[in-house]
């Protein structure tokens, strides 16, 4: 496990927050703090996980990278609760399906993995059942619009 984090998460969540100059792309750097905290579950970012990341942002480095300052300062159960506070109810709905398909894309599920998941449902309120029907579900592309 690496040891990383210990920073003030208030000073964070604003850097993320829905003001009108950051609505552009707040969205978009919550949905990147979160893949990256389940990428960097197993304490090495593989090639692939970094390209897919790049591919979610837009090619948008400053994202990637307002996501990765916060990811490097801060605990993953802080980075959870950003997420989780920094989100509708949609959204919450919208990262768990897109985490989930995240967590599949080496068509392995990590034990890690399934905690970190776990952990984020849990931060986001949702019951069992809505877990499930969740991942049953599925992510469909067009839902990523909402954090741009």
Not at 13 to 23: A, D, E, P, R
Not at 95 to 100: C, P, S, V, W
Request: proline share 1%.
């Amino acid at each position: 496990m690496n040891q990383r984090g210990g920073g003030e998460s208030e000073v964070y969540t604003m850097g993320v927050s829905n003001s009108s100059n950051s609505n552009k792309t707040s969205g978009k750097v919550v949905l990147c703090l979160a893949a990256i905290t389940l990428a960097g579950i197993d304490g090495e970012f593989k090639k692939e996980e970094i390209d897919r990341l790049r591919s979610l942002a837009g090619s948008d480095d400053k994202a990637i990278n307002d996501a990765l300052e916060i990811y490097n300062w801060l605990p993953t159960s802080e980075c959870i609760k950003i997420v989780a506070n920094s989100l509708t109810e949609q959204q919450k709905k919208i990262a768990f399906k897109f985490l989930y398909q995240y967590s599949h894309h080496d068509n392995e599920f990590h034990h890690s993995e399934q905690l970190l998941l776990k952990q984020y449902a849990e931060t986001f309120g949702f019951s069992e059942a809505t877990i499930k029907e969740l991942m049953k579900e599925g992510l469909r592309q067009e839902e990523l619009h909402l954090f741009n």
